[in-house]
């Protein structure tokens, strides 16, 4: 079955076919290019690899839906092992409903925030910090409710569907990191009310970042063991980014990095001069700040770059997307000089507010870009529950996951493909083979 010139999902695209195809037009169109371009017939690894992972996706029915839906980005969090446990207990489209309300109370949590702080430090009001922070304390009890829920669907998942394999050290490290995060705010709280820092403090600030520094450099750790240029390669690979060079592996490297421990090196520069325990100025301990913002507009410009010189968008598209990197980074950016200048005394005459006006707009916009995205993904949610409800009595509704009633041609599906079919040795003798999956042995 061959796709049409335009119009088909990568993966479709990969196995020529298009998203109507069948579970056995999928193994069929599997089985034919995988005699054609594997390595050992002399066809080549990269296009193997590609063709295995498209098989792998696609022949999976919850995979298959999550991609339909979301593309790949659907399918990492199929996945992961933070998130999978719940996408398949709660379903794609619900999860990403609840992410999306999630970001739409932040951004609006967020805007509160700015203008709350805006009124105490320019003494329009006189409030406590307590109050001042009333929106911290609403995003705080949203994040520690959905760590609890996320504790619940593993625990439930774990001794009622004996799944034990799928839960690891790794998601309650995601638990506990709400709680560090917690009492992070709860002792910043605690120096602020007793102002004028520092020498009111009842608590080092170092030690008051303590618990956010700790998350971070646990971060830091699992990404520095994830970071290989191989594992870099191979996803871009996965993507579809044949046309990659070693300076766009080092540059994902390198703003990776830049993600995780900016904000380490933010909080250590903000802790020693409040604690006084250096002379620096403000400039000084925002280099941090201007380190990822940099970093984030000068790998978005890359990236899109690569995403060019890979046909994978065309120039006016990449030229919208340049615009955008800079209005995404620029305002910020905007705000941090507005804030650094006033804090300095360069400007002292210029409210906080009006410092805060460039972050104020992009936070408006994101918020209004979340209610949409909320009600896009309610709806589907909405939809693939009244599929299932229309489904319940036939055959295959109990053993249907979540999610794959969005694929008609997968109602009679088994819930998951084999890798290995008894009834084709060459299929099992092709999956089995480790030669396409890394290009650089089945070269060598």
């Given amino acids: 079955m061959t796709a049409p010139p335009g119009g088909i999902p ?14 056995s037009d999928i193994r069929q169109s599997y089985r034919r290019l995988a005699l054609i371009h594997h390595p050992d017939r002399g066809g080549d690894a990269s296009k193997m690899k590609a063709i295995n992972d498209a098989y792998a996706v696609l022949s999976d029915p919850r995979k298959r ?15 992961s092992p933070y998130t999978g446990p719940v996408v398949d207990q709660l379903g794609m489209s619900l999860v990403l409903t609840l992410a999306t309300v999630s970001l739409l109370c932040f951004m609006g949590c967020l805007i509160m925030l700015l203008a709350t702080v805006s009124v105490k430090v320019d003494g329009v009001v006189n409030w406590s910090w307590t109050a001042t922070l009333f929106p911290v304390w609403i995003v705080v009890a949203v994040f520690v409710l959905f760590a609890l829920v996320y504790v619940v669907v593993l625990c439930r998942n774990a001794v009622v569907d004996g799944e034990q394999s799928k839960v690891t050290w790794r998601n309650f490290v995601a638990f506990f990191a709400v709680f560090f995060v917690v009492a992070t705010a709860i002792m910043i709280d605690m120096n602020l009310e007793r102002g004028p820092f520092p020498s009111g403090s009842p608590i080092p600030w170092l030690v008051a970042f303590a618990p956010v520094l700790i998350v971070n450099l646990v971060a830091a750790v699992q990404l520095l063991f994830q970071m290989r240029p191989a594992a870099i390669r191979e996803g871009m690979l996965q993507q579809g980014l044949l046309v990659a060079s070693a300076l766009d592996v080092a540059g994902v490297i390198v703003v990776n990095f830049i993600r995780v421990l900016w904000f380490v090196c933010f909080l250590v520069l903000l802790a020693v001069k409040l604690d006084s325990l250096a002379s620096m100025s403000g400039w000084v301990v925002a280099v941090p700040i201007f380190t990822e913002i940099l970093a984030e507009l000068t790998h978005g410009m890359m990236w899109l770059t690569l995403l060019h010189r890979n046909e994978k968008v065309t120039c ?14 620029g305002l910020p950016l905007c705000t941090l000089l507005l804030v650094i200048v006033k804090l300095e005394g360069i400007n002292s005459t210029r409210t906080l507010a009006v410092c805060f006006i460039p972050l104020f707009l992009q936070c408006s916009f994101y918020f209004v870009m979340a209610v949409f995205g909320a009600c896009y993904f309610g709806a589907v949610a909405k939809q693939e529950y009244t599929h299932r409800s229309g489904d319940e009595g036939g055959a295959d509704s109990s053993t249907a996951p979540m999610g794959a009633d969005a694929n008609p041609h997968e109602a009679t599906a088994a819930p998951s493909v084999p890798r290995q079919h008894d009834d084709n040795q060459d299929e099992a003798h092709l999956r089995s083979d480790s030669a396409y999956s890394n290009p650089a042995e089945a070269h060598a």
């Avoid at 839906?65 to 996945?79: K, L, P, Q, S």
């Avoid at 006016?316 to 980074?329: E, F, K, P, R």
């Fill in 316 to 329: 006016g598209q990449a030229a919208q997307s340049y615009v955008w990197q800079l209005i995404h980074n």
């Fill in 10 to 23: 990568a993966r479709y695209a990969v196995l020529e076919l298009t998203p109507s195809a069948s579970i």
């Fill in 65 to 79: 839906a999550a991609y339909d839906d979301f593309g790949d980005r659907g399918v990492e969090a199929a996945e």
